[in-house]
């Protein structure tokens, strides 16, 4: 079993539609909580970064950690074309290295 | 702005020759990495540094080997190129402490024929 999960998809949506992104992980020591966008043929960007549970909100995006589940969550308000990308997300204990999911491949149709 | 720079977006070499990829960041960052990309596999870290002339294996190693001579630059050798090594190559660079994530170059795309 992979420490971090996260679904392939694709998920496909209409502009507009409010998304949900999603990560499950099984270490509990993880404390440090990263989204990721990755753009077709460019490396990753950081989109959100959180540290331990609650949410934190940027603009449009809105980053959630629940670490009694072990799952974290993107949510992407009134999703425009221009956010179709892959999404990675990323955790981290107390050392410097990141655990990645898979990712998830977003597609927002006009 | 601040960023990592790869030296280049598409590569393509010939089986069995020796490959340089380099990395350049200018953000005086502690630690680079160098992961590999391919689709249904994510990002697998084949080496990391956290201080110059310091290097560790990370995941999948066999077959490469890095350098870093100056604390900006870190380089993945590819000592003898194999078709399997077709991939996104990724560098990334963070600072050490709780505050970092990971800053990304734009990857190179090498193609072994």
């Known amino acids: 079993q992979k420490e971090v999960e996260q679904d392939p998809g694709p998920l496909s949506v209409p502009e507009g539609a409010i998304v949900s992104l999603n990560c499950t992980y099984s270490n509990s020591a993880f404390q440090y909580f990263m989204w990721y966008r990755q753009y077709s043929r460019k490396g990753p960007e950081l989109l959100m970064y959180t540290y331990s549970s609650g949410n934190k909100e940027d603009g449009r995006f809105t980053a959630q950690v629940d670490k009694s589940s072990k799952y974290i969550s993107l949510f992407i308000r009134d999703s425009q074309p221009s956010d179709s990308a892959t999404y990675l997300c990323a955790m981290r204990y107390a050392g410097n290295m990141l655990t990645f999911g898979g990712g998830t491949r977003l597609m927002v149709k006009p | 702005d601040v960023k990592v720079t790869q030296s280049s977006r598409y590569l393509v070499k010939r089986t069995g020759e020796k490959v340089f990829l380099e990395c350049v960041q200018d953000?005086?960052?502690?630690?680079m990495f160098w992961y590999r990309q391919d689709p249904g596999l994510g990002l697998r870290l084949i080496y990391f540094s956290y201080d110059v002339k310091m290097k560790e294996k990370g995941d999948i190693p066999e077959g490469y080997s890095v350098s870093r001579e100056k604390k900006e630059r870190f380089s993945l050798i590819l000592e003898s190129a194999s078709t399997n090594q077709t991939s996104m190559y990724l560098c990334?660079?963070?600072?050490?402490?709780?505050?970092?994530?990971?800053?990304f170059g734009s990857g190179t795309r090498l193609t072994v024929v």
């Open positions: 990334a660079s963070s600072r050490t402490g709780p505050s970092g994530g990971y800053t």
């Open positions: 953000m005086d960052h502690e630690n």
